[in-house]
């Protein structure tokens, strides 16, 4: 099964920018959808941006206008570009199939904003 290795976090202030990446271990056409998950302390999971193999995307409406998804096929990799971060984006980030299914979930990737 291909893997999915989230990679790119870090700490930022606010207003700053971060590209996480999301590389897969063999071809990510045959995944139908993927999308950036976030888990931010004390909440559930959620999605924040999706790309499907056609090239379409999709974004949760507080990270419109700032987060960008894009995909590079012949690198295998999934990207999320971060910009005017927030400190509310504070969150360990992960990738996965939309929606989840047999895929395990890696260790994410720690993004933290201060103010």
């Known amino acids: 099964q291909v893997q999915l290795v989230e990679s790119g976090g870090g700490l930022v202030q606010a207003g700053g920018s971060l590209r996480l990446s999301c590389a897969a271990s063999?071809?990510?056409?045959?995944?139908?959808?993927i999308g950036w998950y976030r888990q931010a302390p004390g909440k559930q999971r959620e999605l924040v941006a999706a790309?499907?193999?056609?090239?379409?995307?999709g974004l949760e409406d507080s990270v419109k206008g700032r987060f960008t998804i894009s995909r590079d096929n012949a690198k295998n990799t999934v990207y999320l570009q971060m910009n005017s971060l927030k400190p509310e984006d504070t969150a360990v980030y992960y990738c996965?199939?939309?929606?989840?299914?047999?895929?395990?979930w890696g260790q994410g990737t720690q993004v933290i904003v201060s103010s």
């Open positions: 063999g071809n990510i056409l045959n995944i139908n959808a």
């Open positions: 790309t499907i193999k056609s090239g379409s995307t």
């Open positions: 996965n199939d939309v929606p989840p299914g047999k895929r395990s």
